[in-house]
């Protein structure tokens, strides 16, 4: 096993984690979203917020987590672009949230999201079809 295809198997066991803690997450949203909740610091709401929650959550998580499974399994850089929008989306949204309203600055969040949208990138210039094995 030369260093190249070394390199390329490491790059795809570290891009699965977040796909499976994506879905993971989404499928706790369809599940159990009182058991999820806390852990993203979210008070479960009731009635049309409820409703809002669950379904928001669980599209967002499953969406990015399905996406780069996509990515890895077809090696179509193209699957690697949705989720790593929704990150980094997600973290300016956090950014003005902190601006304009009074939220507290979600710092480890805002890292891990443009952590996990830059590897995604990087993903789609380095583990795509157009790269020779």
């Known amino acids: 096993m030369g260093k190249p295809h070394l390199l390329r198997r490491l790059l795809t066991l570290v891009v ?3 796909a499976l803690l994506f879905i993971v997450m989404g499928l706790r949203w369809l599940i159990n979203p009182a058991g999820i909740s806390p852990d993203l610091g979210l008070s479960l709401q009731t009635g049309l917020g409820l409703s809002a929650q669950i379904g928001d959550f669980s599209a967002f998580f499953l969406v990015a987590g399905l996406c780069i ?3 890895l399994v077809t090696s ?3 699957w690697y672009y949705p989720p790593a929008m929704l990150l980094t989306l997600a973290a300016i949204g956090r950014t003005v949230a902190w601006i304009l309203h009074g939220a507290d600055f979600a710092t480890s969040a805002i890292l891990f999201e443009i952590t996990v949208a830059s590897l995604l990138l990087f993903a789609s210039k380095n583990l795509t079809q157009s790269r020779p094995e």
């Open 69 to 71: 499974l996509f990515g």
């Open 16 to 18: 699965t984690l977040p």
């Open 76 to 78: 179509q850089p193209i």
